[in-house]
């Protein structure tokens, strides 16, 4: 596709839904932080970028009684300097499943410098090669065998503490601590950053737990607690039918930013400063115009509109956002052609690694997209779980993107539809399951 082609469907896509779906998440979040005192908003890098930028306006615009900050954390920036304080919730993140588990990841994951050697030693476990998919149902046995290695949690123990002092002192540095009520904001899908930014916030004296602000939730941590826990457009209870209908990997590649995920913190005295990885002109470039495009939209509706209420009222009624979801629906399972070429090749990565040699929409043979029908991949799970016969099923971040772009044309409508079943049978399970482990804890 030709760049200036790629370029307008990135407009139009924008216009329609990128926009549109953007502001009405800040407005709500503007709303009902301010309702609850909540004085500073945290907004974490990179997912919620551009969610920053358009509330930074809003409250400059209207002068709004409420301070907007971006803090530069990961899940990975995070974990390894806390990893010390729970080991056994350190190695549940480190063998926790993903699009793509391999035992080079799962090393990575800890934050070691030494890392072939504990890879080469986890591949000959498992039988399989470093880079080689390793089956979902063996990584609580690598759990296991991982707790059982003393000289590998003496290093990862090691390893925290130094990155904890060091993530301390930059979290202090931008405001953590302080005796006001303060909140995050972010994608979401778990909500674990929350959790471990409370472990800091704790640390360094704050009073108020901090509450937390999502587009969307699966699930909260294990002994969180859900009041302070906001979604906006499903919950871990609720709204079954438009977590299939989302795609999250889809929406962190859309809404990223123009800079590097965060690996750490360097620095010394009060002066720390993130560590950021690379990324490619390419994805800087689309960023670039995607952030263009937000400023230009946002600055049209401040001009017409005289004050926030009258904004708040044009994107956050149930008319309004019916219509804005149907749009984001529509592109998320339905994508056309073009869609799923442009943004189908945007980088991504589900780890919390940023690796960059894999792109949201996988190339997948008709073999491959079978694999993730409802009934087949139901099959292959269940055959390889109780069989141990091992089926490597090859799976895309953006599924729907995947089948515009490689299947059959009169295959599509039927891939389609039989990996909807799939996410139908998911999305319920995980729900439920999620449920009954919390009415579990709660009895206990």
């Known amino acids: 596709m030709k760049e200036d082609k790629e370029?307008?469907?990135?407009?139009?896509?924008?216009?329609?839904v990128f926009a549109p779906v953007l502001n009405s998440y800040v407005l709500y979040v503007l709303t009902d932080a301010m309702s609850k005192g909540i004085k500073t908003l945290y907004f974490l890098a990179r997912d919620a970028y551009f969610d920053y930028l358009i509330a930074e306006k809003y409250v400059k615009e209207f002068d709004l009684d409420i301070q907007c900050k971006y803090l530069y954390v990961s899940r990975l920036s995070l974990r390894i300097p806390l990893y010390h304080l729970d080991i056994n919730q350190a190695l549940s993140y480190i063998t926790l499943s993903g699009v793509d588990v391999t035992p080079t990841k799962v090393i990575n994951r800890t934050g070691l410098s030494s890392q072939d050697k504990l890879i080469e030693k986890i591949a000959d476990y498992l039988?399989?090669?470093?880079?080689?998919?390793?089956?979902?149902?063996?990584?609580?046995e690598l759990k296991d065998f991982l707790a059982e290695d003393d000289e590998f949690i003496n290093l990862l123990v090691e390893n925290s503490k130094k990155e904890f002092s060091k993530a301390l002192n930059y979290l202090k540095g931008e405001g953590l601590g302080t005796k006001e009520k303060i909140a995050v904001v972010d994608s979401g899908w778990v909500g674990s950053i929350q959790q471990s930014l409370n472990v800091f916030h704790n640390y360094l004296g704050g009073k108020e737990p901090l509450e937390g602000y999502y587009y969307g939730l699966y699930e909260i941590p294990s002994g969180a607690e859900e009041q302070y826990?906001?979604?906006?457009?499903?919950?871990?209870?609720?709204?079954?039918?438009?977590?299939?209908?989302?795609?999250?990997?889809?929406?962190?590649?859309?809404?990223?930013?123009?800079?590097?995920?965060?690996?750490?913190?360097?620095?010394?005295?009060?002066?720390?400063a993130p560590i950021l990885s690379t990324v490619s002109k390419r994805q800087i470039d689309y960023l670039k115009q995607i952030e263009?495009?937000?400023?230009?939209?946002?600055?049209?509706v401040v001009n017409k509109h005289n004050s926030f209420q009258e904004i708040c009222g044009l994107f956050n009624n149930p008319s309004a956002q019916k219509n804005i979801e149907k749009e984001l629906f529509r592109f998320m399972a339905k994508p056309s052609y073009e869609e799923a070429e442009v943004f189908g090749k945007l980088h991504f990565s589900d780890d919390v690694i940023d690796y960059n040699n894999a792109v949201l929409a996988s190339k997948l043979s008709e073999r491959d997209l079978i694999d993730n029908h409802f009934l087949v991949r139901v099959f292959l799970e269940l055959r390889e779980m109780i069989f141990g016969q091992r089926y490597v099923v090859n799976i895309s971040g953006w599924y729907e993107g995947s089948v515009m772009l490689y299947s059959k044309p009169f295959r599509k409508h039927h891939h389609l539809t039989a990996y909807n079943h799939y996410k139908y049978y998911m999305q319920y399970s995980k729900q439920r399951r999620w449920i009954k482990e919390r009415e579990r804890n709660e009895r206990t």
């Open 229 to 272: 826990y906001h979604s906006f457009l499903f919950g871990p209870r609720s709204r079954l039918k438009k977590k299939v209908a989302f795609n999250n990997c889809l929406f962190e590649c859309v809404f990223s930013a123009p800079h590097g995920m965060t690996t750490g913190y360097k620095g010394e005295e009060d002066n720390y």
């Open 127 to 140: 039988g399989v090669e470093k880079d080689e998919q390793i089956p979902r149902h063996r990584l609580g």
């Open 7 to 16: 370029k307008q469907v990135v407009f139009q896509t924008g216009k329609n």
């Open 292 to 300: 263009k495009l937000l400023r230009d939209y946002q600055s049209e």
